[in-house]
């Protein structure tokens, strides 16, 4: 009996022996799947985290190219907008030129022609003459 009772104990040991083995074994396959998830998500993330940087980067400068084209463009309408208006200052002014010159011309032949009027008749016919044959 007493052997019988320590083959019973010694199988009982036997089977509580195998059974810690495979408990340790299925948790440190456990450990190892949840350290291997681990890994991943974090590498995953990293992934995630590192395009999201990235389409960051690349939308600050798409934005970066837009505010300085907008400012090129606002610079060249600035430019053009001032060559515009000297443009038309000296449009202006060789306007007003030109109404003068016709002012002083239009004075001119006024004075001229009251000058013939003063002159004898014979000498206003040689002006007369010459002015016919200039136009």
């Known amino acids: 009996r007493d052997q019988k009772n320590r083959n019973s ?10 059974s810690r083995k495979q408990e340790e074994r299925e948790a440190r396959e456990r450990a190892e799947r949840e350290a291997r998830e681990m890994a991943e998500r974090a590498e995953r993330d ?20 837009e505010r300085a084209k907008k400012e090129d463009l606002e610079k060249t309408n600035t430019r ?3 060559l515009e208006s000297k443009l038309e200052e000296l ?4 306007w007003k030129g030109i ?3 016709e002012l002083y011309v239009q004075n001119r ?6 000058s013939l009027v003063e ?8 002006f007369e003459n ?3 044959k200039q136009t």
Not at 91 to 94: A, S
Not at 109 to 114: C, P
């Open 9 to 18: 104990q010694r199988a009982q040991a036997i089977e509580d022996y195998h």
């Open 46 to 65: 990293a992934a995630e985290r590192e395009a999201r940087e990235a389409a960051a980067a690349i939308e600050a400068a798409e934005r970066a190219e």
């Open 80 to 82: 053009a907008a001032v």
């Open 91 to 94: 449009l202006r002014e060789e």
């Open 99 to 101: 109404k003068e010159l």
């Open 109 to 114: 032949k006024r004075s001229l022609r009251e």
């Open 119 to 126: 002159l004898p008749p014979s000498k206003r016919q040689q």
């Open 130 to 132: 010459v002015n016919e």
